[in-house]
Each structure stands twice: as C-alpha cells, then as structure tokens.
C-alpha cells in the first residue's frame, strides 16, 4: 500500500509511516488494512489516496473527481478538508465534469472543452457559460 502511495504521490515512506493512521481513520478504511491493495475498489484506492494527500501536504493538490467517490457523509467530510486546506493558504485545482461542488470551493473556474481554454476568471460567470454550451449542446 505505501509504495504506491509514495509512487503516485512524491512522498516518502516515511513521511507516510508518521500519518499512517491520520490516513486511515481518514479515508475511513481501517476494516480493510489486511486486505491487498489489489482487492481495494476503485472508490476505497481514490479515498486513500485522497487521505494520504491530505495528511502529507505539499504545494498545489490536484483534485480530479473527488468528490464522487464514497456516500454523502464521506463528501462532506472531505469538503470540510477542502476548507480546512483553503484557510491554511494551499491551493487546490479541484476538477470537475459537473456543477455544484465546485461552488462552494472556487473562487475561480477554468472551463477546457477538448482541450482547449473556453474560459477562465470568477467562478460564477464561467459556470454560465458551461451551463449555456451544455444546455444549446443537442
């Protein structure tokens, strides 16, 4: 489990051996700690990950979909992590196919459509313009 952790994520082993149990209480996965890796749903590796970034902070974090992993009970718990990270001066790039979210965490949005920048500036008036392609999209 922690080399893939320090793999995907820059961090060493131990850094990640101090957080180990920050990690898991976080990700909420302690029942399954005897289990391989490779028995792990997408969703139980995504919280992992998630928890381990978390507990291991280090520059910018990409967040890529996040917030569709796990129950409800478990987004708002990461939301709450998301301020808790913004009120401690990081920055997130938080990454999103959907609306909603993304409105209580940004301040400003960048909308890329196949690659290419649409738009970027305050997250109100970007959301607009998605929400006006994908309602004229047929």
Do not use: W
């Not at 820059?10 to 029942?31: M, N, S, V």
Request: aromatic share 8%; net charge negative.
């Amino acid at each position: 489990m922690s080399i893939c952790m320090v793999h995907c994520h820059g961090i060493t082993r131990k850094e990640i051996d101090k957080k180990i149990d920050d990690i898991i209480e976080f990700a909420e996965l302690d029942k399954f700690m005897g289990a391989k890796l490779g028995e792990y749903s997408s969703g139980m590796i995504s919280r992992l990950a998630f928890a381990t970034v978390l507990q291991t902070l280090k520059g910018i974090i990409f967040v890529d979909e996040v917030l569709s992993v796990g129950d409800i009970a478990f987004q708002k718990k990461c939301t709450k992590a998301f301020e808790k990270v913004l009120n401690e001066g990081h920055t997130i790039l938080f990454i999103s196919h959907g609306i909603g979210d993304e409105r209580e965490l940004c301040s400003n949005a960048l909308y890329i459509d196949h690659g290419q920048q649409i738009a970027f500036g305050p997250m109100k008036e970007v959301e607009q313009m998605y929400i006006e392609k994908m309602n004229n999209k047929k």
